[in-house]
């Protein structure tokens, strides 16, 4: 009796993986928890089709936690409006780097910073950036980093990129009693940075066809599209510095 086996193929396959919650904690050289990164109810879909590949992804909760046992702004960043962001790409199967169709939708996002966390990002994020050098530099470490390498491959062709317009909510506040445990570079920019109480960011749409860039280059790409609304917003809320 002869039987029928379906076999697995990679030629047409769907997946699908769902996370409830996923969490990062932010840990620092002194083994103290400063921030959580959390996303909930994440959905990962992926299916490949007629040499096409699809990805879908989405968000439907960000939120950062400020650590700090006394703070007065506990949750850092979150959205109100579910799902956060919602992303699609399609590329052709046997291409790694040459997307076909980029679309990212994201939904406002209200922020509640303190100063003095802010500058326990910038140390954590300043000292992984010093450890990665000394590994590299490091001879005994037994990594080796060839320059080139990180050129190979950096390429992204796409034929259409967009992310819709969203708005960035937000406030910041250096008078919330939390500590100051690393100061910024300079002294100087907290005093020219004044309460800021529920500010809005209108961030206009990003679309572009036919690009071909590094990856540095899109997120100049982004800046670009981005300064105005940027530039606007800070220049009604910070005064001058003869003021």
């Known amino acids: 009796e002869k039987r ?17 919650k996923f969490d990062i904690s932010f840990v620092d050289d002194k083994m103290k928890e400063l921030a959580v990164f959390g996303l909930i109810n994440s959905l990962c879909n992926f ?4 040499n096409t590949d699809f990805l879908s992804i989405s968000v439907g909760s960000l939120q950062i936690d400020d650590m700090f046992p006394d703070t007065n702004v506990p949750v ?33 996002l209200t922020l509640y910073l303190d100063l003095n966390f802010i500058s326990e990002i910038v140390h954590f994020v300043k000292t992984i950036s010093i450890l990665h050098h000394k590994v ?46 690393h100061n910024f570079e300079t002294d100087i920019l907290p005093a020219y940075i004044p309460p800021i109480n529920d500010v809005t960011i209108n961030l206009p749409i990003f679309s572009k066809n036919n690009i071909s860039a590094s990856p540095n280059h899109i997120f100049s790409l982004l ?16 005064p001058s510095p003869e003021g």
């Open 4 to 20: 029928n086996h379906k076999t697995f193929s990679l030629d047409d396959f769907n997946l699908s993986i769902e996370v409830p």
């Open 47 to 50: 299916n490949r089709a007629n």
């Open 76 to 108: 850092a960043a979150f959205n109100k409006t579910a799902p956060f962001i919602t992303m699609t790409v399609s590329k052709a199967t046997n291409s790694n780097f040459a997307f076909k169709q980029v679309f990212i939708k994201l939904t406002d």
């Open 136 to 181: 590299q530099n490091n001879p005994e470490s037994g990594v080796k980093y060839d320059p080139s390498e990180a050129s190979n491959g950096s390429m992204i062709t796409m034929e259409t990129m967009q992310i819709d317009p969203f708005k960035l909510n937000f406030s910041i506040s250096s008078q919330t009693g939390r500590p100051t445990l």
């Open 223 to 238: 800046i670009e599209t981005y300064k105005d609304s940027l530039k606007h917003t800070i220049c009604n809320f910070l």
